[in-house]
């Protein structure tokens, strides 16, 4: 299947409801972790699978508020610093440490996706 790299760039802008919930910490970084949450919950998992998954999920979610956080790092520090504040609780230090690695690797090997945007 092939995907024009116009489809694969990140846009941002002003007006975007991504761009005001990026102002609103529930909206942008706590319901996204009830919602994975609920979703992990009607998964119909058990055992190793089910305890697999569990940590993953915890990774990825320390993984994308590292990503949030970098994205706010440059114009609103404090902004950064709040997101941190309220995705850390959420995940064992572990977990935490763990996507900040992947979110460190996939910088080094693959670049920053902040490089790529495309602001509009």
């Avoid at 190793?48 to 320390?62: E, S, T, V, Y």
Wanted: charged share 25%; glycine share 4%.
């Amino acid at each position: 299947m092939f995907v024009p790299d116009v489809l694969l760039q990140i846009r941002r802008h002003p007006f975007s409801m991504t761009k005001r919930n990026e102002e609103n910490i529930q909206s942008w970084v706590l319901d996204e972790w009830e919602a994975i949450q609920h979703a992990f919950g009607l998964m119909d998992q058990s055992g190793l699978p089910r305890w697999l998954r569990r940590q993953k999920l915890r990774c990825m979610f320390a993984a994308r508020s590292k990503v949030k956080m970098q994205q706010m790092a440059d114009e609103k520090p404090d902004h950064a610093q709040r997101i941190y504040e309220s995705a850390r609780p959420n995940v064992p230090w572990l977990h935490w440490q763990l996507g900040s690695v992947a979110v460190i690797l996939r910088d080094l090997f693959f670049g920053s996706s902040l490089k790529k945007e495309q602001w509009q």
